[in-house]
């Protein structure tokens, strides 16, 4: 069974860092592109950082230059570091598993919440 | 980017009552590109459709997705009362993924 589980979330004030880290179990972890997906509370999702199984990275232009996408495929872990957070990265965090046609997200985690708040 | 607008903001419906739930893309999508999730209070959302028409593994043949170019429709024929629930649309292209800003389906 896939499994997918996101840890490392909680309260940092704007400006700070974070790191969130997700643990894959149930499948071939180096075989797949994996992604993190966020969605404020109340609101839609949004995707934050795609990294593909040999670690080739996509960014979309909102955390360019600010979150850090990784994973240890021995581990099979998946990381994600932020760094000068803003209020507006206040949200879930999901970890998402990309199908195999790399165009869709297949399995998610059940999410870790981040507050940026002073 | 291509932005992707769905419609209605909110449908409600009766169960066993059909449901029509719209995706507009600001640019033409391929059709292998364009996917639909479920999402229900406090879960991640689930993957329905993938490639505009074909569903995921364990999805019931109720629901099924339809389109091409910038029009994109996922129907629910008769709905179960575990069907009301958040839809949204998602697109790939150029290295980058969007979601549309969701189709809440609730009980009339």
């Known amino acids: 069974e896939v499994q997918l589980v996101e840890s490392g979330g909680g309260l940092v004030q704007p400006g700070g860092s974070l790191r969130l880290s997700c643990a894959a179990s149930?499948?071939?972890?180096?075989?797949?592109?994996m992604h993190w997906v966020r969605q404020v509370t109340g609101e839609g999702l949004e995707w934050v950082s795609g990294i593909s199984g040999a670690g080739d990275t996509y960014y979309p232009d909102s955390v360019k230059g600010r979150f850090t996408i990784s994973r240890e495929n021995a581990k099979k872990s998946l990381y994600l570091q932020m760094n000068s957070l803003r209020a507006g990265d206040t949200a879930v965090y999901y970890c998402?598993?990309?199908?195999?046609?790399?165009?869709?997200?297949?399995?998610w985690g059940q999410g870790t919440l981040v507050t940026v708040s002073s | 980017e291509i932005v992707l607008s769905q419609s209605p903001g909110t449908l409600s419906l009766s169960p066993g009552e059909r449901a029509t739930l719209s995706c507009r893309t600001s640019q033409s999508v391929g059709s292998g590109f364009l996917a639909w999730y479920q999402q229900k209070p406090g879960q991640g959302p689930r993957l329905l459709i993938y490639?505009?028409?074909s569903r995921a593994t364990g999805i019931p043949d109720r629901f099924s997705g339809s389109g091409s170019g910038t029009d994109f429709t996922l129907t629910i024929s008769r709905l179960e009362p575990e069907d009301f629930a958040v839809y949204y649309c998602?697109?790939?292209?150029?290295?980058?993924?969007?979601f549309g800003q969701g189709t809440k389906v609730e009980i009339k």
């Open positions: 149930g499948f071939t972890f180096s075989s797949y592109d």
């Open positions: 998402a598993r990309a199908s195999l046609q790399r165009y869709n997200f297949d399995f």
């Open positions: 998602q697109q790939y292209g150029h290295s980058r993924w969007t």
């Open positions: 490639g505009t028409s």
